[in-house]
Nanobody, 121 residues
């Protein structure tokens, strides 16, 4: 079984910073792309950032210049550095990864449980 666990969320004042982490664990053969989504109550889930295994990243327009995604392939961990937080960044942030489990000969998308980011004004 593969699982993704996020950490690093919390309550932060506007203008502050957070660093989110997501570690993949379990019987993993390999991981391709990893990324972050976020979802606020009553709103659709949106892609925030994604990164390939080789380190190529892309971002939603709303977070460009403020968010940085990175990964550690040895630790099977993806990070999201969030700077200059705005109240509209408040959401549950979900980690995702495209994983080939050891028991399968194909890739599947996995999701973490989410970590709450709340930005106060």
């Amino acid at each position: 079984q593969v699982q993704l666990v996020e950490s690093g969320g919390g309550l932060v004042q506007a203008g502050g910073s957070l660093r989110l982490s997501c570690a993949a664990s379990g019987s993993i053969f390999s991981i391709n792309a990893m990324g972050w989504y976020r979802q606020a109550p009553g709103k659709e889930r949106e892609l925030v950032a994604q990164i390939t295994r080789g380190g190529s990243a892309n971002y939603a327009d709303s977070v460009k210049g403020r968010f940085t995604i990175s990964r550690d392939n040895v630790k099977n961990t993806v990070y999201l550095q969030i700077n200059s937080l705005k109240p509209e960044d408040t959401a549950v942030y979900f980690c995702t990864a495209t994983v080939r489990p050891m028991v399968l000969i194909r890739f599947l998308d996995y999701w973490g449980q989410g970590t709450q980011v709340t930005v106060s004004s």
